[in-house]
């Protein structure tokens, strides 16, 4: 289930919660997964369907009626009571013990009725909003992104509810009853408008609520890895930007010269609150270091360190610096394991993944299929292959990963791989005695030992001189053949 970013569910799923585009597309989709490159079809994981367009729209027109009549209703039925409601709270908030509160406007005192039970109707339904957000965005989202979602909006949720009970029962009776005492102390007379007394609490609470769901935004994607250095900005102009125009178009006229000191108290928390993530480098698993191919394209590249379910010796030897790394138990049969590397491919704009164990053939078409939406390449080293040449295991298991990492014709070019041959060689502080040169797809089920350099050539490299030259000539290494 997905829609591209342009579309109007897109936004109401949660911006927040995934990398957007701004690429549009109306064919069959199974998952929201924006990405910074544009991308004609959307991702299919697992568990997703293929499901139109129209179906979405039908589903999301048919929550959002749901809750917007419920709403309604709640608001009526609360209306029905808002009398003895703001006679109750008023009676809490009135800083005297005789009567002061007058309606110097009753325009605004109906105003203020019909708000109060407006506010009071979506307090009310605010449970069920949360169950139909999480029914419609739990198919298309990645479970790391639908995991944050819910946390943050059970804890905002309840954290709001008791910050304004907090308030109404606490703050505000205090800091009314200090007022009043100073107006007594001066010799006023305590008259004051229920309006504005009412306005007043509402606007801090609506205040209040904003920076809430703003900030711990902000702490829930730190916490969940959606946020780093690199879409900081992004998340920024989400966050900062929707806030601000919620604060802007909601403050009344009374409180208008607060709000340039509200908007800097967003900004400001948001970026204290946030100052560990927003410079945070995505670590997790390493980071993949643009890099321009022989055509002058930016290539992104993730090492799929994949186990093989342990049949792969080399599992556990990158990261490497410059690449990004997926350490998975078994791509080919792990759902989960599949998820978390396009999950991976999409936050970090990866084009292209190369998997340590096998050459990608034996991985589910579905799998594939994706990294073509996603405009994606998939490559494997098939250091099984090599490993099956060995009389016993290399302790250098970390240079031979490195060595066919080299070898690969695209994303690298072929022409450069003498030079990328002399560059690791020259970190090696001991060197292997022999060399074997064949090419990637030639299968030989001889044996070479753990001191033979296994150099699997692209099929597109027949000439080898200058390789020989390197070896023989500059490092000293010897020709071996199989046994």
Same mark, same amino acid.
């Given at each position: 289930?997905?829609?591209?970013?342009?579309?109007? $569910?897109? $936004?109401?799923? /949660?911006?927040?919660?995934?990398?957007?585009?701004?690429?549009?597309?109306?064919?069959?989709?199974?998952?929201?997964?924006?990405?910074?490159?544009?991308?004609?079809?959307?991702?299919?994981?697992? =568990?997703? %369907?293929? %499901?139109?367009?129209?179906?979405?729209?039908?589903e999301?027109?048919?929550?959002?009626?749901?809750?917007?009549?419920?709403?309604?209703?709640?608001?009526?039925?609360?209306?029905?009571?808002?009398?003895? #409601?703001?006679?109750?709270?008023?009676?809490?908030? &009135?800083?005297?013990?005789?009567?002061?509160?007058?309606?110097?406007?009753?325009? &605004?005192?109906?105003?203020?009725?019909?708000?109060?039970?407006?506010?009071?109707? @979506?307090?009310?339904?605010?449970?069920?909003?949360? $169950?139909?957000?999480?029914?419609?965005?739990?198919?298309?989202? +990645?479970?790391?992104?639908?995991?944050?979602?819910?946390?943050?909006?059970?804890?905002?949720?309840?954290?709001?509810?008791?910050?304004?009970?907090?308030?109404i029962?606490?703050?505000?009776?205090?800091? $009314?009853?200090?007022?009043?005492?100073?107006?007594?102390?001066? /010799?006023?007379?305590?008259?004051?408008?229920?309006?504005?007394?009412?306005?007043?609490?509402?606007? %801090?609470?609506? @205040?209040?609520?904003?920076?809430?769901?703003?900030?711990?935004?902000?702490?829930?994607?730190?916490?969940?890895?959606? +946020?780093?250095?690199?879409?900081?900005?992004?998340?920024?102009?989400?966050?900062?930007?929707?806030?601000?125009?919620?604060?802007?178009?909601?403050?009344?006229?009374?409180?208008?010269?607060? *709000?340039?000191?509200?908007?800097?108290?967003?900004? %400001? /928390?948001?970026?204290?609150?946030?100052?560990?993530?927003?410079?945070? &480098?995505?670590?997790?698993y390493?980071?993949?270091?643009p890099?321009?191919?022989?055509?002058?394209?930016?290539?992104?590249?993730?090492?799929?360190?994949?186990?093989c =379910?342990?049949? !792969?010796?080399?599992?556990?030897?990158?990261?490497?610096?410059?690449?990004?790394t997926?350490? *998975?138990?078994?791509?080919?049969?792990?759902?989960?394991?599949? !998820?978390?590397?396009?999950?991976?491919? @999409?936050?970090?704009?990866? *084009?292209?993944?190369?998997?340590?164990?096998?050459?990608?053939?034996?991985?589910?078409?579905?799998?594939? !299929?994706?990294?073509?939406?996603?405009?994606?390449t998939?490559?494997?080293?098939?250091l099984?292959?090599?490993?099956?040449?060995?009389?016993?295991?290399?302790?250098k298991?970390?240079?031979?990963?490195?060595?066919?990492?080299?070898?690969?014709?695209?994303?690298?070019?072929?022409?450069?791989?003498?030079?990328?041959?002399?560059d690791?060689?020259?970190?090696?502080?001991?060197?292997?005695?022999?060399?074997?040169?064949?090419?990637?797809?030639?299968?030989?089920?001889?044996?070479?030992?753990?001191? *033979?350099?296994?150099?699997?050539?692209?099929?597109?490299?027949?000439?080898? #001189?200058?390789?020989?030259?390197?070896?023989?000539?500059?490092?000293?290494?010897?020709?071996?053949?199989?046994?």
């Amino acid at each position: 289930m997905g829609l591209r970013a342009c579309c109007g $569910y897109a $936004y109401t799923l /949660g911006n927040l919660w995934s990398l957007s585009d701004d690429c549009s597309s109306k064919s069959p989709t199974a998952v929201h997964r924006s990405r910074v490159r544009c991308s004609t079809m959307s991702v299919l994981l697992e =568990s997703d %369907t293929d %499901t139109s367009l129209q179906s979405h729209l039908d589903e999301l027109t048919l929550r959002t009626t749901i809750f917007f009549i419920s709403v309604s209703l709640m608001s009526l039925i609360w209306y029905t009571m808002i009398d003895s #409601t703001l006679a109750y709270l008023m009676g809490i908030l &009135q800083p005297c013990s005789e009567s002061c509160l007058n309606i110097y406007e009753p325009a &605004q005192w109906s105003v203020v009725r019909w708000m109060a039970s407006l506010l009071l109707g @979506i307090f009310s339904c605010l449970p069920l909003l949360l $169950y139909q957000m999480h029914q419609f965005a739990k198919p298309g989202l +990645l479970p790391s992104e639908f995991n944050a979602l819910r946390r943050w909006s059970w804890s905002s949720v309840l954290f709001t509810f008791f910050l304004a009970a907090l308030l109404i029962f606490e703050v505000f009776p205090i800091i $009314y009853s200090k007022g009043h005492a100073n107006h007594i102390a001066v /010799g006023l007379e305590a008259q004051y408008s229920a309006v504005e007394l009412l306005l007043i609490l509402l606007s %801090t609470l609506w @205040i209040l609520l904003v920076f809430l769901i703003a900030w711990s935004s902000i702490v829930i994607l730190g916490i969940m890895g959606l +946020l780093h250095q690199e879409t900081a900005d992004l998340w920024r102009i989400r966050i900062y930007g929707m806030g601000s125009m919620l604060l802007v178009l909601s403050i009344p006229d009374q409180m208008q010269s607060a *709000t340039l000191p509200v908007l800097v108290l967003l900004w %400001t /928390g948001g970026e204290v609150l946030g100052i560990r993530w927003f410079s945070k &480098q995505m670590d997790t698993y390493g980071r993949a270091v643009p890099r321009f191919d022989s055509e002058g394209r930016r290539r992104h590249i993730a090492i799929l360190d994949c186990s093989c =379910s342990g049949a !792969n010796e080399y599992h556990g030897f990158t990261p490497f610096p410059g690449y990004s790394t997926v350490r *998975t138990t078994n791509i080919c049969h792990n759902k989960e394991d599949r !998820n978390r590397v396009i999950g991976h491919l @999409i936050n970090e704009n990866i *084009t292209d993944a190369v998997i340590t164990g096998c050459d990608g053939t034996p991985c589910p078409m579905k799998f594939k !299929n994706n990294f073509q939406r996603l405009d994606a390449t998939l490559h494997g080293l098939n250091l099984m292959s090599l490993q099956n040449n060995r009389v016993k295991s290399t302790e250098k298991k970390s240079f031979e990963v490195k060595l066919a990492m080299l070898q690969m014709a695209d994303p690298f070019d072929i022409e450069g791989l003498p030079f990328r041959l002399r560059d690791l060689l020259q970190e090696q502080e001991t060197l292997p005695q022999k060399y074997v040169l064949m090419q990637s797809s030639e299968t030989r089920w001889n044996y070479v030992n753990e001191d *033979t350099l296994v150099l699997r050539l692209p099929e597109e490299m027949n000439d080898r #001189t200058e390789l020989e030259r390197i070896f023989r000539d500059e490092y000293g290494i010897k020709p071996a053949s199989m046994q």
